[in-house]
């Protein structure tokens, strides 16, 4: 089936997850890098369907800005104060109708299952299909399916109803196929299956479930299985996903040692699903690989490194460091206790070394700041040394000022370049220098500093 004979479909973000005990709404807590809802929109969004509807209600507004974000083109429908998801499928096809009846499949989904996959919801809707059901579930089979809806067939196999944990007797209870609240609708009966919706529950709430047995009196309801459980596992509280998200992280990290990478301790190493390794590279443990990190060959990242949106090149080694934004070219060496902050470049073979911190520095081939360094707003040319304690001082309390330094320059211990400023190529700085002024190629430079010493500074008694 092409994923362009979607209808409609209605994400489900109306809730405010009270068990996550938290001031933000459930749906925009993240997971491997990306929020909940984040994550949902982008599966259903790859099948394409003619609209796609979010519903919100708690946080409304915050809810709202975060899925136009996501994609601007989509619908935002706002439930009432009136419960339930049944409640909030009523608004949405109050508003997708409003111009008219709609025909055709519309999928729903609940916006708390971070690992719903687009593959698993074309499957679906594919069954849902061909099979000609007027209505489809998904469900899972699961050891424990406490704080699920059960999924209750009758002798065929059919789907006869769902009945939510709170309302399920003892034998209803034991039943371990559980609903995943996705589901796909012929449009034309959702619209008549929600019109009377009873709140008569344990909840008190306009239940989406109970519009399947609606449904059923009008045509088949079908029950399409997810191959996999975890990518229909919702998350309720923090239990829940911290539980999930360990379970998703290990599957990641076998994945890449599976690919020639290798992860010395996968417990302790974390990597979200943008990002990119190359063969041969070596994960140590404590990382962290965030955003759209992309590592080369033979690299060696780690221990306790932290990656975000970083491109480490082919047998570079990053130790014991923060990067972020920034390109680490071919076996340079960074770290240990390096904090590469966004809008660096650094050549290949150079080194940003123990304690120094960079911020929007271009470092040529071969150049080297060992340590205890600051460069900011700086340029620096090829096979260049900076001697330990040095800091371009780049602002002004108004601007951001640049410093260039040349090709094959030697700077001396504790300098201070005060920006901006320009130094040439083959100059040599002597220790303690402040240089506030342009240096011409092939020159030294060195401040003058006159000591003095006072003696007998300290009272008798002191000494």
Not at 169 to 196: G, H, K, M, W
Request: charged residues 20%; negative net charge; aromatic residues 6%.
């Amino acid at each position: 089936m092409a994923s362009s004979a979607l209808t409609a479909a209605i994400i489900l973000a109306a809730g405010e997850g009270t068990r996550m005990r938290s001031k933000k709404p459930k749906v925009l807590h993240t997971f491997a890098g990306k929020t909940f809802l984040n994550r949902v929109m982008d599966s259903v969004r790859a099948l394409d369907p003619a609209t796609l509807a979010v519903v919100v209600h708690f946080q409304a507004e915050r809810v709202a800005a975060a899925a136009r974000s996501y994609d601007e083109s989509v619908t935002i429908v706002n439930q009432d104060d009136i419960p339930g998801t049944g409640r909030a499928v009523q608004c949405a096809m109050a508003q997708l109708t409003a111009d008219g009846p709609i025909s055709g499949p519309v999928l729903i989904a609940a916006s708390d299952m971070p690992l719903l996959d687009a593959d698993t919801l074309e499957r679906l809707v594919a069954f849902h299909t061909e099979s000609g059901n007027g209505a489809t579930v998904l469900t899972t089979v699961l050891d424990d399916p406490t704080g699920y809806g059960r999924i209750i067939r009758d002798r065929d196999g059919n789907v006869l109803r769902i009945v939510e944990q709170k309302d399920a007797n003892r034998s209803e209870l034991a039943v371990q196929e559980v609903n995943t609240s996705v589901y796909v609708f012929d449009a034309e009966l959702l619209t008549r299956a929600i019109a009377d919706l009873k709140s008569n529950n344990a909840q008190g709430e306009f239940y989406l479930t109970d519009a399947l047995e609606t449904a059923r009196s009008a045509g088949t309801v079908g029950a399409f299985t997810a191959p996999d459980p975890l990518s229909v596992e919702g998350v309720n509280d923090r239990v829940q996903l911290a539980a999930l998200a360990k379970a998703h992280n290990r599957r990641i990290c076998e994945a890449w040692m599976r690919g020639g990478v290798t992860i010395l301790d996968p417990e302790t190493t974390w990597i979200e699903d943008d990002v990119e390794i190359g063969r041969d590279a070596v994960i140590l443990p404590g990382c962290f690989l965030q955003g759209h990190t992309v590592i080369g060959e033979e690299a060696v990242v780690g221990p306790y490194t932290t990656l975000i949106d970083a491109t480490i090149d082919a047998e570079a080694t990053v130790e014991r460091s923060r990067v972020q934004e920034s390109h680490i070219g071919r076996a340079a060496n960074i770290g240990p206790w390096t904090y590469l902050r966004p809008g660096n470049e650094l050549g290949e073979e150079s080194k940003a070394g123990a304690f120094v911190e960079m911020k929007k520095a271009h470092i040529g081939n071969g150049t080297k700041v060992p340590h205890l360094s600051y460069m900011g707003d700086a340029t620096l040319g090829d096979h260049t040394n900076i001697g330990g304690g040095t800091i371009t001082a780049n602002y002004d309390g108004v601007h951001k000022n640049k410093t260039r330094i040349g090709a094959g320059c030697h700077v001396g211990a504790g300098n201070l370049f005060v920006a901006p400023v320009e130094v040439g190529d083959n100059v040599t700085t002597g220790a303690g220098s402040v240089i506030r002024h342009a240096v011409p190629d092939d020159t030294m430079v060195y401040s003058e500093n006159t000591q003095h010493n006072v003696e007998g500074w300290k009272p008798a008694w002191e000494r």
